[in-house]
């Protein structure tokens, strides 16, 4: 079993700043990707931002320059650092990591999902 667990909802004013993270735990034996998606009410989830093992980053446009991912490996860790934040972004924001387990079985996990709200 792989489980993520996230960690970082809050209700923030616009132009602040918010930190979410994504611990990963169980039968892991290798992460490749990991990402970050967002669902707003009546629209289709979107990938914001993806990291691959080795670090290469991409992003939705309309983060880019607010928005950074990261990961720790040794801890199998994502974060997301997001600032300049714009009622635009009001969603809730799910994890997702590419795992290899230790069955060498690849599989697609997700968080449970975490509420960011941002007022005007």
């Known amino acids: 079993q792989v489980q993520l667990v996230e960690s970082g909802e809050g209700l923030v004013q616009a132009g602040g700043s918010l930190r979410l993270s994504c611990a990963a735990s169980?039968?892991?034996?290798?992460?490749?990707?990991m990402g970050w998606y967002r669902q707003a009410p009546g629209k289709q989830r979107q990938l914001v931002a993806a990291?691959?093992?080795?670090?290469?980053?991409n992003y939705v446009d309309s983060v880019k320059g607010r928005f950074t991912i990261s990961r720790d490996n040794a801890k199998n860790t994502q974060y997301l650092q997001m600032n300049s934040l714009k009622p635009e972004d009001t969603a809730v924001y799910y994890c997702?990591?590419?795992?290899?387990?230790?069955?060498?079985?690849?599989?697609?996990?997700w968080g449970q999902g975490t509420q960011v709200t941002v007022s005007s």
């Open positions: 997702n990591a590419e795992v290899v387990d230790v069955g060498l079985t690849r599989g697609d996990y």
């Open positions: 169980g039968r892991i034996f290798r992460i490749n990707t």
């Open positions: 990291i691959t093992r080795g670090g290469s980053t």
